[in-house]
């Protein structure tokens, strides 16, 4: 290695592989993992997200699952949670909708307003 | 580069690897490809997480849950309802006592806990080069080679404070100036990895864990004392160390982190291994390097000392691996930075590797100037079986041993010699009070008799002697008369044996004359142990 600058360039490159195991404040997508929701099809949505992520480079959103949170009637359901904003949950998210979710909310901060499940 | 979701971390330290970590890994792996799962979880075995009784240990992130004692059982499980659904399996997890871990709340384990040298010990994977780059690795080497003179590098480590965790506690900056200072065409660096005090294993642990911030502590070392070549000095037993620091060092040869001309400096330095065989001496300096020419593993005659004159002649560093591992977040971060931790005296942290009769046995780091009480009930959740704290040895087999009046006394390198014990390499037996006194001290004595080398009369005859006795005492023929022979030949092979070995080999037995001189008594007087746990 000839320089600091291309140190620099592997460690940024290198943080991104570890970052998940840093914990602190990042953006997090949980999608619910019931019986209830893989039935539904939410590991289909879960891939989405991956490949949606993987597509985009980003490497900064955790993703992660939760159990039945009792409204299985809107499985699979996403949640989207970043820092210093609302949480969000969608319902009915098929593989396109999570697409769109990623692409609007998560990279764009746009909340996808019609698939939001309206909490009390 | 490929996204996961989770990373599932399995300790692959010695300790876990004895209680099947391989297997679990396996079928974790195994399982993730049935199911689907292995393009979004990563499976990474890293170096030790810490407590070692417990293992095998995984860790799941993003939640940072931790599994004990994981069988290959239960592998399918963890992967169907936590990685699949992401229901934690409550019943294995342990109580979130590590760092990272965000799910559980951290209890006194990790709060008194410092983590300077352990950094990456557990966290990342010790084969990743680029890990280690990742958690600011090499960045500390680039900072002395491109931004620092080497004099300037030593002036650091100088106010750091840091000094020999080998057990000598010698002043690392001072060692470091008096090879500088020496005139000569060649030196060296050695890294001392023959980790042979009983009950000690953090240096294995550092080495297989983050071999690279001992490659690079070494190179940092070398520029500051003008070095081209190192060694790590390995125990031939340690195959796994020595695996990782062989990996280690071919994977920064080949981005030029050791060799030649690194970071357009100028500044040239190759590391190789050396491997030991196993002798108690070879950890002492002189010796090691007596090894290392292949001669017999003997300390030689001091003065001179390595730093001017060590290995084949050249002035030579040798650095104990906790110490050197303490060397690049002290470049990265100042000497003021590292003297924030730890007493005045003794900045700084300690890596103590806890074994006996206690509940978390394992490896921890904590400042210096701790005391007993907090780490063997606060970190280490106290005695088991409700039993009572007897005394704990501190320093392994060669340090003293203290009673539970003195649990309240500052673990560092300056009050515990005050004690007449000592700090050494940080390994921590503790005992209950089903222990009989002399009945240790037999074994103890025993191992030393067994390891002298026999250069020197004082330490070839006195082990043996202090053996003798001991032994005697323990099948209920000693007498007064040897009591006072004990003291008599432990003050004289302090004050004449050639190096550490024999200096400090009567210790244990100081200390236990000292403060259980009641129990010694016991086995003469009444030819009884008041313990009733010994042979008599």
Redesign the interface.
Same mark, same amino acid.
């Given at each position: 290695?000839?320089?600091?600058e291309e140190?620099e360039r592997?460690?940024k490159?290198?943080?991104?592989?570890?970052r998940?195991?840093?914990?602190g404040e990042t953006t997090?997508i949980?999608?619910g993992?019931?019986?209830c929701g893989?039935a539904a099809g939410a590991?289909e949505t879960?891939?989405a997200i991956?490949d949606e992520?993987?597509r985009r480079? $980003?490497?900064d959103v $955790?993703?992660?699952?939760?159990?039945c949170i009792g409204l299985c009637e809107q499985e699979p359901i996403i949640t989207v949670v970043m820092p210093g904003r609302e949480k969000v949950a969608y319902g009915k998210v098929s593989m396109e909708k999570a697409r769109k979710i990623v692409a609007s909310h998560v990279v764009n901060g746009q909340v996808v307003g019609e698939w939001v499940i309206p909490t009390g | 580069?490929?996204? =996961?979701?989770?990373?599932v971390?399995v300790c692959g330290g010695t300790p876990c690897v004895l209680e099947g970590c391989r297997a679990v890994r396996d079928a974790l792996t195994g399982e993730l490809k049935r199911l689907g799962l292995d393009?979004?979880i990563r499976v990474i075995e890293t170096g030790c997480l810490g407590p070692c009784a417990l293992g095998p240990v995984i860790v799941v =992130?993003?939640?940072?849950t931790l599994y004990e004692k994981v069988t290959v059982s239960d592998v399918p499980q963890i992967v169907e309802e936590h990685l699949?659904?992401?229901?934690i399996v409550r019943s294995l997890t342990g109580e979130g006592r590590l760092r990272?871990i965000?799910s559980y709340e951290e209890p006194a384990y990790l709060e008194t806990q410092e983590r300077i040298v352990l950094r990456n010990c557990g966290?990342?994977d010790p084969s990743s080069i680029?890990?280690y780059?990742?958690?600011?690795?090499?960045?500390a080497l680039?900072k002395c080679l491109?931004e620092m003179e080497p004099c300037d590098v030593i002036e650091v480590v100088k106010q750091s404070g840091l000094v020999g965790r080998g057990g000598a506690a010698f002043p690392t900056g001072l060692k470091w100036g008096f090879t500088a200072n020496a005139d000569a065409d060649e030196k060296f660096i050695i890294c001392n990895a023959d980790e042979g005090e009983p009950g000690t294993f953090k240096d294995r642990l550092v080495l297989e864990g983050d071999p690279h911030s001992i490659l690079e502590a070494m190179a940092i070392a070398g520029y500051a004392v003008g070095a081209r070549r190192g060694f790590v000095y390995i125990r031939g037993e340690y195959g796994l160390s020595i695996h990782r620091i062989n990996q280690g060092i071919q994977q920064a040869k080949a981005?030029?982190?050791l060799g030649e001309?690194?970071?357009?400096s100028g500044f040239s330095f190759d590391v190789e291994v050396r491997k030991g065989a196993g002798a108690y001496v070879c950890g002492e300096e002189t010796a090691l390097i007596e090894s290392m020419e292949g001669g017999r593993g003997e300390p030689r005659f001091k003065p001179p000392y390595p730093g001017t004159h060590g290995f084949l002649g050249k002035p030579t560093v040798v650095n104990n691996v906790e110490t050197l591992a303490n060397i690049p977040p002290i470049i990265l971060n100042g000497a003021d930075w590292y003297r924030g931790f730890g007493t005045l005296r003794c900045p700084g942290t300690k890596v103590f590797t806890m074994t006996g009769d206690i509940n978390s046995k394992g490896l921890i780091e904590v400042p210096m100037g701790i005391t007993l009480r907090k780490i063997i009930y606060e970190i280490g959740g106290g005695i088991p079986e409700g039993r009572k704290f007897k005394m704990a040895q501190t320093g392994g087999t060669s340090g003293g041993c203290l009673p539970s009046e003195m649990l309240d006394v500052p673990m560092d390198y300056f009050t515990l010699p005050e004690m007449g014990s000592a700090l050494g390499s940080g390994a921590l037996l503790i005992m209950d009070d089903s222990h009989c006194i002399v009945d240790i001290a037999e074994s103890f004595m025993r191992f030393f008799a067994r390891e002298s080398c026999g250069k020197c009369v004082p330490c070839r005859e006195g082990t043996a002697r202090l053996h003798d006795i001991v032994k005697n005492l323990a099948q209920g023929n000693g007498t007064y008369e040897d009591l006072r022979v004990l003291k008599d030949l432990s003050h004289a092979m302090q004050k004449t044996a050639l190096c550490g070995l024999g200096q400090s080999a009567p210790i244990p037995i100081m200390t236990m004359l000292k403060y259980f001189g009641d129990e010694f008594e016991a086995h003469i007087k009444d030819r009884l142990c008041p313990t009733g746990t010994c042979r008599l």
């Open positions: 290695m000839k320089t600091v140190l592997i460690r490159q290198a943080q991104a592989m570890t998940l195991r840093e914990g997090k949980v999608v993992m019931g019986t893989i590991r879960l891939s991956m992520l993987a480079n $980003i490497q $955790i993703v992660t699952q939760t159990g | 580069m490929q996204f =996961y979701r989770s990373h971390l393009e979004e =992130y993003p939640e940072g699949l659904k992401g229901r990272g965000v966290i990342i680029e890990e780059i990742a958690s600011d690795g090499y960045r680039a491109t981005m030029g982190l001309d690194i970071f357009g």
